[in-house]
């Protein structure tokens, strides 16, 4: 089972920009999606950001266009770069993995990312 481990949250202000980091041991991430997933207080988690293992990249259309989600197989990293941040955007970021096409799992802890306006 794979552990992964999120940061590079914390506090910025509207239009600045932070990258996060999702770290996996355990496991190598080989064959498997990544995503990003984000909860705000007193919402549901919902779906950000997702890279395949071929490279090709999905997203959430609040966040085209700003966000961009890329992975380093060799260090078994997945980066959230997040540009124009907005203070709709402030919630727990989390990461998982997807194997073989299944339903995402192996949540880390969640880093946390709060945009002041």
């Known amino acids: 089972q794979v552990q992964l481990v999120e940061s590079g949250g914390g506090l910025v202000q509207a239009g600045g920009s932070l990258k996060l980091s999702c770290a996996a041991s355990g496991r190598t991430l080989s064959n498997s999606a990544m995503g990003w997933f984000r909860q705000a207080p007193g919402k549901e988690r919902e779906f950000v950001a997702r890279?395949?293992?071929?490279?090709?990249?999905y997203y959430v259309d609040s966040v085209k266009g700003r966000f961009t989600i890329s992975r380093d197989n060799a260090k078994n990293t997945v980066y959230l770069q997040m540009n124009s941040l907005k203070p709709e955007d402030t919630a727990v970021y989390y990461c998982?993995?997807?194997?073989?096409?299944?339903?995402?799992?192996?949540w880390g802890q969640g880093t946390q990312v709060t945009v002041s306006s």
């Open positions: 890279i395949n293992w071929s490279g090709s990249t």
């Open positions: 998982a993995q997807s194997i073989a096409g299944g339903p995402f799992g192996s």
